[in-house]
Each structure stands twice: as structure tokens, then as C-alpha cells.
């Protein structure tokens, strides 16, 4: 069968269960990877269609008001997909409409085989950046005129179909092989593409070049460069003029070059820093470009020495800028060559070893897995790095990923025929290579506080997004036990007789069952897995029976709190502590029969996984006897969060040291020759003390320096905060919510949308969400909130911008890192100023160790992290020179109280207007 008939739909709606109906049908027929055919009609609904959806489709009512029904074009239809493949971007939708509309007029269903071009490219175009028909057209050069209109996106999903049908005749047979393996797991009917494919490779000659086939596995072949020196001859002032002069090649190379005078300034500074051997803090306002900044300096930096030199930053997404548009410009900017690598922590890299070993698994392959390894099958022929990341996963994909990632290899075996293929090993060779290093704050900190095994060593560091590296490093240095990764690692392990891991060691080592008493293992197994539940679900209870003032709301939802050893109900304490010792009990004996099996074994793999086993239950007892049965010499803080509308063993165990700046003195700046800490927020009032003091910099090695941003502050932003806000008084939101709601519905108004409102608490923003769609007549604005609506966050972002009247509500991550530039973008409203909660469990722990030596815990800790927050906040506005709009302080204390002039006079100099709500929607409207 070669003939593909393509369907989209436009609905009223999307469930057919609940009576929405078809308003428009567009029919593309493909033949010989041609398009032969097409059909499209409007369809009466016979109901109104929804605002929304006209908003999305821009069909009307009066549009579909003379159209046919569905009954008078149904065996026009249904006719078109004789002998045909049913092809649909999302097959359950469009077929599931279909075949209601058909029942209600008492027709027969379709029970075409179907092609579903969603699953298909996420299986053959695994790292689109996504798989909406949109996003698609623009990845793969698709032209897509009229995007929620039936016949163009029928059209684009025709051409999407003949380049995945062109995709699967490059796939080598082994990939296809295994395919054939997961096709009946699978939504779309691929078996005939993909054998017939397989018979035309069945006589031809395998060129491998490419390709590397192991085992019945196919993969690309990485090579790794040597790292060569290369001598710079030009001194670094040069170097600069070179760059930054008229005619040099950043004006060369940039369409749209703005001398930022800020971005050279900076640059000079760190190169000096590296040359004088000194640690240097600097804050680079938005718009200074310090990107390109401190890679200049640092790239001369590392060839001029034949020393690498690492980059670190907190978030993937900075990782990615840096290297798809920063580093490709660096490189048309200098004339020396030089080598970048980035270097993540093993938990990223496939192991294809183990991935080759689950592929012949197949009793666990439900939809998700299935779909995960027909993913990475492909993914394998292309991927240079093996970072899984370069993978939008499902969900459960993630669970199988666990089992197949460098991490659960145990340690490298360089004896392994598989060591030479392995995708971290490669990723440290090249990371060997390289000049430039970018990696991580979390692998940095975990190489730090493990005698630094885990990077290449190097002497130079830029830390960017440098106000997070406390956080990491006091996380890296503490510890995390929850109830889903433990159980998760016991069910790993397995029973003796269910198929999982142990029960596959004995079954290939049939001689050492017969010497372990086996009944005790599953004995053993179960006890640990009950009393671990057991343990959690009393730890839920005992957080939730406690005040409501010792407990806080975390800003993603969790209930926090803090426990001290001598301060808990002792009677309950003491049972938790029981069951605690009992666990460890049991997971000893655990380890005590893995080590018995571990000596039996040969095989030096299996022996490897067996100690990975032990290590992880070790880590547990570790963790258990930490967190309650050691004395907690008020060096760390110790608290639980637990989901309070969640499984009631939803429960995770944090510690945390209290003070990390000496460690991180210790650790970090008395043994490396020069570190560059930067970030658009680092001071409060242009000090930089609060930081310095936080991450143990001493003052002898330091060099500090703000860079201000090349914007028009005064000219492109208004500051507005009303005085007649309802107060918020403890456990009394509803009125404030209630004023604000109504202020972000004002302000929409005047803006058409385009709002960003940041919250400081999930609560907060969970109420504010749902009035807002009370008060909303006709679903005027489309409401994206974070943690309601489904999606990441990049994902919200996109939706926010897709739709000209939208309004985002975010809370915690959308405080920073988020990049909505230009008109996308009018108002920006903060509705409180981002103080922890007092009872927040770290907040509250340090603030105590801080009174305890006559420190004053609100302005040495609290305040500077407000501040700090409430600039990354008021950054999101203006991204440009060209950007211009309103921030909304619902929040009066920054104008009432008297430590408000540290909010601001820590951000540019801006007319702030401080009145009713009423006069500032009229200055708002005037200023707009």
C-alpha cells in the first residue's frame, strides 16, 4: 500500500466524548512521496464556537453559518481513505472526531492502518526542539503559510510524512531491526515501511565509515582531536583593538553591532584578574553582553598558556547560549583556533553497553519505554555527545533512561569491549582537549568536594550566574533521601524470581543460587521495602500534625519543616528514629548477601553493577544515620518536605550545611590561581559585601567591579506601586488577591495583554489563577500559569508569546533566566516583594546561628536575598534597547518601610510614580 491520506481538523473543541464538533476538514493525498490530491470544506457545527478557538483558527460562526454538515460530506470523505494509510498529526484526535461524527449519523468507522506523524518524528527526528506541527515546519524548512487552518496544516503534515518516509530509507538495518521489535507497542503501523526498507538493505554491502555496528547495535563513530598548542602573537590590548575597533571583527560580524564600551571594561578587568593571579566579582547589568566578555579573555587566556580554563553556569539554558551562538562567534571574532567542550556529570550519558543489553529486554516495553528506545536507536546514529538532554523524553522514558545511563555502569572497565564506545569516557577525553571547559555549578561543586576527580584539572574558572553558587554548593555538600528514588533502587535490584536485575545475575550464575538462601533475600526485600513505606507515611503524618506555624509553603507547593534532635515530640520522635534503625537493619543485611554474590561472581561487569548496588544502599544508611541518629553539631540544617495533596509517603529528607563559605574557601579560592564570579545581580546598593561575605572571599585576592547597563533606563521603564492595596495580614490573602486580580485585569487593558506577573508563593498564584478565569469575560486573555498550565518552562514561554493577549503567572524559576524581548513583553507586575518566609527551614536555621554570634539575620541574610531576587525579577522587562514598558509593585513596602530603599536603590534609576490604583492605570495609559 503506497497511498497516504493526510487529515486535519479544526474543532470546537478537544473531546469528541463531550459533544465538540468538526467546523473544518483539510484532506491531502501523497503517492510515490507526492501530493496528488486535496479536499477541504467548512463543516456546521451546529453549536457556537468558542472565543478561544475562533481566537486560534480565526473561524466565526458566520464562516460555517451556510457550510455543510458533516453528514452531507461523509461519504465524500470516507471514500478519499479507501485502501489508503490514515496519516494525522496526532491520530487519536482527528481519527477519534472522524469516527464520532461517523457513529452519530450511523456510520460505519475508519479502521484504516494509520501513521501517526507525532510519534513517527519523535522517533526519527529525536531532537526537534519539539513536535508541534509549527515548531516542526520551522525545524524542518517546511513552509507553513496559515498554521490552525485544516488544509495548510494537512499540507505541512503531507511534506512532514515524505521526509519521515525519506528519514527511514538512511536507517541501517540493525536500527531497523530493532524498531520492527517495538512497532506493535507502538500507535502508528509501521511494520510495511520498515521491512520493506529492511528487504532493500538485506543484499547491499554495509559501509560502516559513519557508523559503528557493535553487537548488533548501531551508533555513530566519535573521534576525539588531540588538543594541540598554539602560540598567540598579538598582546591582549591588541588582541582587543582588534575586536572592538570600527572596522574589527565584531563590526564585521554582527548585522546589527552596538559599541558596548561596558563589555570591553569588563573584559580588561578579568583579564587582569587572571594575570595578577586574583579572584574577581563583577556584576554586569543587563545589556552589557558579558558573555562575549568574559569568553574573549578567557579563550586568549587558555591558548596564550596552553592551560584550560573552565566555565561554569547554573542553567542548560546558558549552556546552550554559550554554545550555539556565543562560542560560533568567537570564533569568526579571533584568528587563532581554539577547542570547546562541555563536560556534564555521567548521570547525562547514555551507556550503550547497557542500553544494547535492555533492547533485548522486552517484558517491561510498555508505550513510553518502547517509544524511548525507538528514539534513542536513531538518536544514536546522529548524537556526537551521547547527553541525553539533546532528548525530549516522555515521561516514564526517564524512569527506563535511569537504567541505561553512565552512571549505573559502576566503575570504567578500560578491559571492556565496549569501553572504546563508551560516551562519557569520550566526553572526558575531549574535555582533556579542550581549552574551554563549560560545565555546570552542580558538577563543579560535586568535583570540588571530591578531591576534584571529576574535571580535568584546571587553575582559571568564570563562574557565571555566580549569585546561585552558594545554593548549589550548600546542596552538593549536604544530602537528599526521598521515598520514590529508594524504593525505586530496591525495585532495580529486584526479588529472586521477578525478572529484574539480581534474579538475571543468578539465573547466568546458576552455580551460586544453589549457595544462597534465597527465600531470605525476598524475605529480606520485602521487610525493607514495608518498613521503608511504613517510615515515609509516618513522617507525613507527623509533619502534618505539627502547628501550621512551625510548617511553610515551598514556592512549588511542598509543606517544609525543620526538625533539631531534643526539640521534637519525643514519644513520636523515638518511633521514627525505631524505624529508621530497623531499615538500616535491614538494608545491611541487604548488602551483606550482594557482597556474598559479589565474591561468587566472575564476570567483572556483573561485578561492577553489584557494588553500584551496595554503594547506593550504603549511601542510604549513610543518609538515615545522618539525618537521625547523629548528633547534629548545629553545623547543618535538617528539614522535610512532604506533598500535601500527594501520596502520603511523598516525603523528602534534606541536611544542608549552615555556613558553606569556609568550605568553600577551603576548597575552591585558596587552592585555584583565579576565579571570576559574575552575574547581572551581585550587590544591594552597589555593595558587594553581603556576596563576598556568603562564599568566603577574603578581601587580600579580590577585585571587585560593576558594569552598568547601556539601556535608557529612564527613558524605557515606569515604576508604579499603589498605596491603597489591601494589607496582607498573616493567613488573610483573599482581599490582596482579590486587588490584584483586578489590577492585572486593568492593566491588561492598557497593555493587551503581554503580561509577566511573578509571584513569590504557588499558593498565591494557584488562587490568583482561578479567580482570574472567574472574573475573565469570554476568555479575553489567554491565562498561562506555571505549575497549572502543562508544560516546561521554556514551553509556557513560548505558548505566552504565541498568543497577542496573554497573560503568564510564574513563580520561583521566572524570576530569572527568562528572555521575552521586544513587544512580547509591555508590563511586568511583582505582587510581593521575594522574602523567604521566616520560617523557611534554611532561612530559619541560619538566621539563628547568625543571632547566636549578635548578627542581625534580616539584614545580613534576608533583605540582600530579597534584593538580589527582586533585581532578577525586574530584569525580565527589558531585554533591549528597544523595549520599553511598566513594573507594577503591588507591594507598598518598598516605598513605606524603611529598609525599601535597598529595592530601590539596587536597581537602575527610574521614575517610580507611588499613588492609587485608579491615577496609575491613568498614567499608565498615558505612558503607553
Known amino acids: 500500500m503506497d497511498r497516504f491520506v493526510v487529515i486535519d481538523l479544526e474543532t470546537t473543541g478537544n473531546v469528541a466524548a463531550k459533544q465538540d464538533k468538526i467546523i473544518e476538514v483539510g484532506i491531502v493525498v501523497v503517492e510515490d512521496d507526492q501530493i496528488t490530491e486535496e479536499f477541504s470544506t467548512m463543516v456546521n457545527p451546529g453549536i457556537n464556537i468558542p472565543p478561544f478557538i475562533t481566537r486560534l483558527t480565526g473561524i466565526t460562526d458566520e464562516d460555517v453559518k451556510d457550510a455543510p454538515t458533516f453528514s452531507d460530506i461523509a461519504d465524500t470523505i470516507t471514500a478519499m481513505f479507501e485502501n489508503s494509510y490514515l496519516v494525522a498529526h496526532n491520530v487519536p484526535f482527528d481519527l477519534g472526531f472522524l469516527n464520532a461524527e461517523l457513529a452519530a449519523i450511523g456510520k460505519r468507522s475508519l479502521g484504516n492502518p494509520v501513521l501517526d506523524t507525532v510519534e513517527l518524528t519523535r522517533i526519527l527526528f529525536p531532537q526537534a526542539p519539539g513536535f508541534k506541527l509549527g515548531i516542526l515546519a520551522d525545524y524542518l524548512g517546511i513552509e507553513h503559510d496559515n498554521p490552525h487552518r485544516a488544509l495548510s496544516d494537512a499540507y505541512v503534515t503531507a511534506k512532514l510524512l515524505i521526509k519521515l518516509k525519506h528519514k527511514v530509507s538512511t536507517l541501517p538495518y540493525e536500527t531497523l531491526e530493532h524498531l520492527l521489535k517495538l512497532e506493535k507497542v507502538l500507535k502508528s503501523d509501521l511494520f510495511q515501511l520498515f521491512s520493506n526498507r529492511m528487504e532493500e538493505l538485506a543484499y547491499q554491502a554495509v559501509d560502516e565509515g559513519e557508523i559503528i555496528i557493535h553487537k548488533g547495535l548501531a551508533f555513530r563513530n566519535v573521534l576525539i582531536d588531540k588538543r594541540e598548542a598554539i602560540t598567540v602573537s598579538s598582546s591582549y590590548g591588541d588582541f582587543l583593538d582588534s575586536v572592538y575597533e570600527e572596522d574589527g571583527t565584531m563590526a564585521q560580524n554582527m548585522k546589527k553591532y552596538e559599541k558596548r564600551v561596558g563589555q570591553r571594561v569588563m573584559s580588561e578587568h578579568i583579564y587582569d584578574a587572571f594575570q595578577t593571579k586574583k579572584h574577581a566579582l563583577i556584576e554586569a547589568e543587563t545589556g552589557t553582553g558579558k558573555s562575549l566578555a568574559y569568553l574573549l579573555p578567557t579563550v586568549y587566556e587558555a591558548v596564550r598558556t596552553n592551560k584550560r580554563i573552565v566555565i561554569s553556569t547554573y542553567t542548560t539554558q546558558l549552556q546552550s547560549q554559550l554554545l550555539e551562538h556565543e562560542i ?25 553497553e547497557k542500553f544494547a543489553n535492555e533492547l533485548h529486554n522486552h517484558q517491561q516495553d510498555n508505550y513510553d519505554i518502547a517509544l524511548t528506545k525507538a528514539m534513542i536507536l536513531v538518536w544514536l546514529l546522529e548524537t556526537e555527545t551521547g547527553d541525553i538532554d539533546e532528548l525530549h523524553l516522555p515521561s516514564h522514558g526517564k524512569l527506563f533512561y535511569k537504567r541505561i545511563s553512565a552512571d549505573s555502569e559502576g566503575r570504567p572497565d578500560p578491559t571492556s569491549p565496549w569501553y572504546k564506545y563508551s560516551f562519557y569516557q569520550k566526553a572526558r577525553r575531549r574535555a582533556q ?14 568535583d570540588m568536594f571530591n578531591d576534584y576527580q571529576f574535571l580535568p584539572s584546571y587553575d582559571k574558572a568564570i563562574i557565571d550566574e555566580a549569585h546561585h553558587l552558594e545554593e548549589t554548593a550548600s546542596k552538593h555538600y549536604g544530602l537528599k533521601l526521598d521515598y520514590v528514588n529508594m524504593q525505586h533502587a530496591l525495585n532495580q535490584i529486584g526479588s529472586i524470581g521477578d525478572g529484574n536485575w539480581l534474579d538475571q545475575i543468578l539465573f547466568n550464575n546458576p552455580s551460586i543460587e544453589e549457595k544462597l538462601p534465597k527465600d531470605r533475600w525476598n524475605d529480606l526485600l520485602s521487610l525493607a521495602k514495608y518498613e521503608m513505606d511504613d517510615f515515609f507515611r509516618t513522617i507525613f503524618q507527623y509533619v502534618l500534625d505539627q502547628p501550621g506555624n512551625q510548617k511553610v509553603l515551598s514556592d512549588v507547593g511542598r509543606i517544609q519543616y525543620r526538625f533539631e534532635e531534643g526539640k521534637e515530640q519525643e514519644r513520636y520522635w523515638n518511633i521514627i528514629k525505631e524505624m529508621a534503625t ?16 559479589s565474591k561468587a561472581l ?13 554503594d547506593i544502599l550504603q549511601s542510604f544508611i549513610d543518609g538515615l544515620e545522618h539525618l537521625f541518629l547523629m548528633d547534629n553539631d548545629t553545623k547543618d540544617v535538617r528539614w522535610i518536605e512532604i506533598e500535601a495533596y500527594g501520596a502520603k509517603n511523598a516525603v523528602y529528607l534534606y541536611s544542608e550545611p549552615i555556613h558553606v563559605a569556609t568550605i568553600l574557601a577551603e576548597c575552591f579560592f585558596d587552592v585555584k590561581e583565579s576565579v571570576i564570579l559574575t552575574s547581572a545581580t551581585l550587590t544591594m546598593k552597589n555593595s558587594f559585601q553581603y556576596i563576598q561575605k556568603r562564599l568566603g572571599l577574603s578581601s587580600d585576592r579580590l577585585e571587585t567591579q560593576k558594569i552598568p547597563s547601556p539601556f ?21 490573602t483573599d482581599d490582596f488577591i482579590h486587588a490584584t486580580c483586578e489590577t492585572i485585569l486593568s492593566l491588561a487593558e492598557i497593555t493587551g495583554g503581554r503580561m509577566l506577573v511573578l509571584f513569590t508563593s504557588y499558593d498565591m498564584l494557584k488562587k490568583s489563577y482561578y479567580l482570574l478565569k472567574e472574573s475573565m469575560e469570554s476568555e479575553k486573555y489567554v491565562l498561562i500559569a506555571q505549575g497549572i498550565s502543562s508544560g516546561s ?55 539563628i546561628a547568625m543571632k547566636n554570634i549578635g548578627e542581625n539575620a534580616f539584614y545580613d541574610l534576608s533583605l540582600p536575598n530579597a534584593v538580589i ?14 523595549d520599553r514598558g511598566i513594573v507594577f509593585i503591588c507591594d507598598a513596602r518598598i516605598i513605606k518601610s524603611r529598609y525599601g530603599k535597598y529595592f ?25
Not at 434 to 442: G, K
Not at 904 to 928: G, R
Open 328 to 352: 560560533p562567534l568567537i570564533k569568526r571574532l579571533v584568528d587563532f583556533p581554539f577547542k570547546v567542550t562541555l563536560l556534564k556529570g555521567k548521570q547525562h550519558y547514555i551507556s550503550v
Open 582 to 597: 530497623r531499615i538500616i537493619f535491614y538494608l545491611r543485611d541487604l548488602i551483606h548477601f550482594l557482597t556474598i554474590t
Open 433 to 446: 582537549a579542550a581549552d574551554i571547559i563549560i560545565t555546570n555549578h552542580a558538577l563543579l561543586c560535586t
Open 904 to 928: 530601590t536603590e539596587s536597581i537602575p534609576q527610574v521614575p517610580i510614580a507611588f499613588n492609587s490604583t485608579a491615577e496609575l492605570m491613568k498614567k499608565a495609559l498615558d505612558w503607553f
Open 869 to 882: 531576587r527582586f533585581k532578577q525579577g525586574f530584569g525580565r522587562l527589558i531585554r533591549s534597547n528597544n
Open 602 to 614: 566472575t564476570d567483572k561487569n556483573a561485578i561492577e553493577e553489584t557494588q553500584l548496588r551496595i
Open 712 to 732: 535608557s533606563y529612564v527613558d524605557q521603564v515606569r515604576v508604579m506601586v499603589p498605596n491603597d492595596f489591601p494589607d496582607v495580614t498573616y493567613g488573610n
Open 793 to 847: 518552562r521554556e514551553r509556557l514561554k513560548k505558548n505566552f508569546q504565541t498568543f497577542d493577549q496573554s497573560i503568564l503567572l510564574g513563580t520561583s524559576s521566572f524570576w530569572e533566566g527568562v528572555d521575552i524581548p521586544g513587544d512580547d513583553l509591555s508590563c511586568l507586575m511583582i505582587v510581593r516583594l521575594p522574602f523567604q518566609p521566616p520560617n523557611h527551614p534554611v532561612y530559619e536555621a541560619k538566621s
